[in-house]
C-alpha cells in the first residue's frame, strides 16, 4: 500500500491521515502507525485535520455506550463471529465505517487527544477469553473466594444440544437454577449466576492519576420457549477492595458496579446474542466480580410473584466470556 501522496494541499492531507488510520485499523501496520505518529507531531496543519476528523470522539463514545456497542472497544477478534443483532450500525453505515477506524485504533493501544493539556494514551489488555474448552466445571456454591475459577447457581459444562451449538470448541456453560449449594437466604431470586474474580491490583496501583477501565462480554443463547415467557442476559461487575463478600453482601461491599443487559433472548438457538458492561475502577479497588446472568422476567400481565422461585431453566446457554482492561494516562504536551 503506498501510503504516501504527493500533493500538499489539505484534501490530500486529509486523504492521506484517513489512509495511514485505515492501514493502523485494518492490517496493525508499525510503519503506518509511526508515520502516523510523525505526521501529527511534526505537521501543524495535520492536527486540526485529524483533530476533525475524530469527531468529537467522546461524543460518539457515549452515544456508542447508550446503544450497547460497547464491544467495539475490545481488540479485534480474529475468529468470525456468530450472529449478533447490531442495531444503530446498521442503521447508520458511514458512522459505522468512521467508528471502525477510530476504535480499531483504540484497541491497538493507540489512542490521540488534543488540546492544551497534553494527549491522552490507552493501553487495552486482554484478561482472558473463556470458551470452557478446558479447566473444572464451575463450583456451584454461591460467591467465589478464590482466584481463576468460576462458580454460582447450579450449572453444567455441555456440548450441542437442544439445537444449540458452542460458539467455538465443543463445550459451553448451561445455566440450571437460579441457587446454589447452601443458599440460606429467603430473597426470592430470579436469575441464574456464573461468577469469576479477577485480580486487577497490577493495574490500579500503579495507575498513578490515570484511569483504570474495565469491560467485559458474553454471549447468551436459549433453547426455543414458550411465548409466554422472557429471558434476559446480563453482564455485571463489582470492584472490591477485598475478598470475602456473599451473595447477601456483595452489592454492598461493592466500591462501585455496573452492568449490562441484553433484553429479551431470542428462541433462535441460531443466533447467540452479546451482552456489555463497562466500569471505571475507583481507588482501592484490587478485585472485581465478573458475574454474567441469565433472569427470567414477568412478561406482559404475569407479575412477579407468580413467577417459581428458585427459577429452573429448561435451556439457556452462556458462552465466549471476555473481559479486558483499559489503562488511560494522560501525558503532558511536548513541543517541537
Do not use: C
Not at 482466584?147 to 456453560?173: C, I, R, Y
Not at 495507575?207 to 414458550?226: K, R, T
Not at 472490591?240 to 456483595?250: A, D, M, N, P, V
Request: charged letters at 25%; proline letters at 6%; glycine letters at 8%.
Amino acid at each position: 500500500m503506498n501510503l504516501e501522496d504527493p500533493s500538499s494541499s489539505p484534501r490530500s492531507l486529509e486523504y492521506r491521515l484517513l489512509r495511514l488510520l485505515l492501514a493502523v485499523r485494518e492490517t496493525q501496520n508499525p510503519s503506518a502507525r509511526a508515520e502516523l505518529n510523525m505526521l501529527l507531531r511534526e505537521n501543524a496543519e495535520a492536527r486540526p485535520i485529524m483533530a476533525r476528523l475524530m469527531v468529537d470522539e467522546q461524543a460518539l463514545i457515549s452515544r456508542l455506550r447508550e446503544d450497547g456497542i460497547v464491544e467495539l472497544l475490545e481488540p479485534a477478534r480474529t475468529r468470525r463471529a456468530p450472529r449478533i443483532r447490531m442495531r444503530w450500525f446498521a442503521r447508520r453505515p458511514i458512522m459505522a465505517m468512521s467508528a471502525g477506524i477510530l476504535f480499531g485504533l483504540f484497541g491497538a493501544s493507540v489512542l490521540f487527544g488534543f488540546g492544551l493539556g497534553g494527549r491522552r494514551t490507552e493501553k487495552v489488555t486482554s484478561l482472558f477469553v473463556e470458551s470452557f474448552e478446558s479447566g473444572p466445571a464451575p463450583l456451584v456454591t454461591g460467591v467465589p473466594q478464590q482466584l481463576n475459577q468460576w462458580s454460582g447457581d447450579f450449572s453444567e459444562l455441555v456440548g450441542e444440544q437442544q439445537s444449540v451449538k458452542p460458539v467455538q470448541g465443543t463445550k459451553m456453560a448451561r445455566v440450571l437454577r437460579s441457587d446454589f449449594e447452601g443458599k440460606i437466604s429467603s430473597k426470592r431470586n430470579f436469575q441464574g449466576d456464573l461468577m469469576r474474580v479477577v485480580d486487577v491490583r497490577a493495574f490500579t496501583r500503579e495507575i498513578n492519576g490515570g484511569e483504570v477501565i474495565m469491560s467485559a462480554s458474553a454471549l447468551f443463547n436459549a433453547a426455543p420457549f414458550p411465548d409466554t415467557e422472557r429471558y434476559d442476559g446480563v453482564v455485571t461487575l463489582y470492584a472490591l477492595g477485598e475478598l470475602g463478600s456473599t451473595e447477601k453482601t456483595l452489592l454492598e461491599d461493592s466500591l462501585a458496579h455496573s452492568y449490562g443487559l441484553r433484553p429479551s433472548l431470542d428462541r433462535d438457538p441460531g443466533t447467540w446474542e452479546q451482552a456489555n458492561s463497562r466500569l471505571q475502577l475507583p481507588a482501592g479497588t484490587e478485585f472485581v466480580i465478573l458475574k454474567v446472568s441469565v433472569r427470567r422476567w414477568p412478561k406482559d400481565k404475569e407479575s412477579q410473584s407468580s413467577l417459581p422461585s428458585p427459577v429452573t431453566f429448561a435451556g439457556h446457554f452462556v458462552d465466549d466470556v471476555r473481559a479486558s482492561i483499559h489503562v488511560r494516562n494522560k501525558t503532558p504536551a511536548q513541543r517541537n
